[in-house]
């Protein structure tokens, strides 16, 4: 273990790596990019406008019958043994 740490920290002459970086976007030639006039649509977006009122059937609610009931359920009991720590390897 001694030799790989005295390995490790002596300096080292590190080769050069030839790369080929692919990271950039790839456009083909003779595609050029025009700046689009937005002005007209965002001063249409910033004025007012009336809006139409739409009807609808709200579905998100859960379907839970009429005959289904909750009930709690009291785990004092069981939290208490969890406490207290129970052997399970006695039987």
Do not use: C
């Not at 977006?45 to 009429?66: F, Q, R, Y």
Request: net charge negative; proline share 2%.
């Amino acid at each position: 273990m001694d030799n790989v740490l005295k390995g490790i920290e002596g300096s080292h002459a590190l080769k050069h790596a030839d790369t080929v970086d692919k990271s950039g976007p790839a456009i083909e030639a003779g595609v050029s990019v025009k700046k689009v006039d937005r002005s007209g649509f965002l001063n249409e977006v910033t004025k007012d406008h009336e809006l139409k009122h739409a009807d609808t059937v709200d579905k998100s609610a859960p379907l839970i019958g009429d005959d289904v009931h909750v009930k709690k359920v009291d785990r004092s009991g069981f939290l208490n043994e969890v406490q207290k720590g129970v052997d399970l390897k006695k039987n």
